[in-house]
């Protein structure tokens, strides 16, 4: 089984909402570090937000601040990844991805979430098109 399970991409218009799950089986979420990343076709993958299971700082890349939220349901060790106002800009393949221990205090910025993570799910496409 895989450690991470990402659900909820699909087609939207440009201005919907998505909401995306990762779904842990190995693990729980406690002290790991959690975050989003998302592949644009042709494009690097980059971290859109990222968040501290340990004391639940979160933390969002320009592109996303203000539309995007990152939240966890610890009752079913789900980590979510709630997307407004999408633009066509925003379409990538999104992956969840974890890393630990990240005790209280540790994690502080973004650039701490990164692709040497430990855990990654095999992603979910979100693509925003009229």
């Known amino acids: 089984q895989e450690p991470l399970v990402e659900s909820g991409g699909g087609l939207v218009q440009p201005g919907g909402s998505l909401r995306l799950s990762c779904a842990a089986s190995?693990?729980?979420?406690?002290?790991?570090?959690i975050a989003w990343f998302r592949q644009a076709p042709g494009m690097e993958r980059e971290a859109v937000s990222c968040?501290?299971?340990?004391?639940?700082?979160?933390y969002y890349s320009d592109s996303v601040k203000g539309r995007f939220t990152i939240s966890r349901d610890a009752a079913k060790n789900t980590v979510y990844l709630q997307m407004d106002s999408l633009k066509p800009e925003d379409t990538a393949v999104y992956y969840c991805?974890?890393?630990?221990?990240?005790?209280?205090?540790?994690?502080?910025?973004?650039?701490?979430?990164?692709?040497?993570?430990?855990?990654w799910g095999r992603g979910t496409l979100v693509a925003v098109s009229e």
């Open positions: 190995r693990f729980t979420f406690d002290y790991y570090a």
């Open positions: 991805a974890a890393d630990s221990p990240y005790l209280p205090g540790v994690l502080t910025q973004l650039s701490q979430c990164n692709s040497l993570f430990e855990w």
């Open positions: 968040m501290s299971g340990s004391d639940g700082r979160s």
